[in-house]
């Protein structure tokens, strides 16, 4: 197979559930570590009109937007797949795979994980005001999932792509304040422990993406 070329910021959530989809399946890549802000460089436009990462090379095919690179991982890859076969379990994890894109991440990550995790290694102050509009919308999150999921992982016994979309998003969430509130030790808290132990996601700790680079 042609060598996999991964773009994007070690600690982003989505440049990590790419890494956890190359790792879960056995693929080697190459990361090009890009720092803060170089997203939107002229370099990086050129790969992302959108201006976001990650973006993987594999050989001569350019591929942006997170799912489509794990999915694309599952189909060049033998089994076991992401997907579940039974077709329920594949439209749940359809249901969590949106959860994940269009509520966890715009209105908790970007919101309080943002704030109480990454302003301050900036050097700045958590805006409280964000912090507290956006609780509701946290506690909604974590009440559907654990109301979708399933009792070892999000679509069942097997990893899917609904759990590797999550759980960078849901990891940040239970190190908050916030998190630690409206997780306390719940489904989704359990599911987050069980998926720290993975090889998966101990091989795309940010400080060993950093030290590798
Ligand atoms: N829909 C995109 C979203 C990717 C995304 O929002 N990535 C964030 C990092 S987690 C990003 O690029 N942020 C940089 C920016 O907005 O300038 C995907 O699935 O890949």
């Known amino acids: ?26 693929i080697a890549y190459r990361l090009v570590s890009m720092g803060f802000g170089e997203s939107k460089a002229p370099e990086h436009l050129a790969r992302h009109p959108f201006g976001r990462i990650p973006v993987v090379d594999h050989g001569d095919f350019r591929l942006y937007e997170t799912q489509a690179i794990i999915r694309y991982l599952d189909d060049v890859s033998p089994p076991p797949s992401f997907e579940p076969r039974d077709i329920r ?35 700045g102050t958590p805006d409280e005001a964000v912090i507290a509009a956006a609780k509701p919308d946290a506690v909604t ?6 109301a979708l999921m399933g009792d070892v992982y999000l679509t069942g016994e097997e990893v899917s792509l609904a759990d590797i979309m999550l759980i960078p998003n849901a990891h940040y969430f239970s190190l908050t304040p ?14 987050v422990e069980r998926m720290r132990r993975r090889p998966s996601f101990e091989r795309t700790e940010i400080e060993r993406l950093k030290a590798a680079a």
């Open 1 to 26: 197979m042609a060598e996999f070329t991964v773009y994007g910021v070690p600690g982003s959530p989505y440049l990590r559930s790419a890494l956890i989809g190359f790792e879960e399946k056995g």
């Open 178 to 191: 916030e998190g630690k509130e409206t997780l306390g030790d719940g489904k989704l808290q359990r599911w």
């Open 89 to 123: 379990s594949k439209a749940r994890m359809n249901q969590l795979v949106g959860i994940a894109d269009f509520y966890f991440f715009p209105k908790v990550t970007a919101t309080i994980s943002f704030q109480r995790l990454v302003v301050p290694m900036r050097g």
């Open 141 to 146: 999150c974590v009440k559907a999932i654990e």
